[in-house]
């Protein structure tokens, strides 16, 4: 079993920052591919973000290219996801979600491809 928690989500303004993070406990957190995806009010969830076992390949959305970065301390058994230049339509309640990579070096963009989640963080940008 791997249990997954969130933090730092919030209130922010249009245009400013937040850094989520998913603490991850229970198993070897360096052998699982990571990821973020969020759900809007009255819409499905979606694919964010996505990192390898060894943070050495990554995935993300068109809506947050270049806007938001997943990365990961495998030593702290964390995976983040900083957001910049927030829009209005990034307000979601925001999930990390957590999958056996067994060390392929593989991201995963679909949810049922992941295997434990987290009870999800707020982020609401304000116009």
């Known amino acids: 079993q791997v249990q997954l928690v969130e933090s730092g989500g919030g209130l922010v303004q249009a245009g400013g920052s937040l850094r989520l993070s998913c603490a991850a406990s229970g198993r070897a957190f360096n052998g699982y591919a990571m990821g973020w995806f969020r759900q809007a009010p009255g819409k499905e969830r979606e694919f964010v973000a996505a990192?390898?076992?060894?943070?050495?390949?990554?995935n993300y959305a068109d809506s947050v290219k270049g806007r938001f970065t997943i990365s990961r301390d495998n030593a702290k058994n964390t995976v983040y996801l900083q957001m910049n230049s927030l829009k209005p339509e990034d307000t979601a309640v925001y999930y990390c979600?957590?999958?056996?990579?067994?060390?392929?070096?593989?991201?995963?963009?679909?949810?049922?491809?992941?295997?434990?989640w987290g009870q999800g963080t707020q982020v609401t940008v304000s116009s």
């Open positions: 990192i390898s076992w060894s943070g050495g390949s990554t």
């Open positions: 979600a957590a999958r056996a990579d067994y060390y392929s070096g593989n991201y995963y963009r679909k949810a049922y491809e992941y295997t434990y």
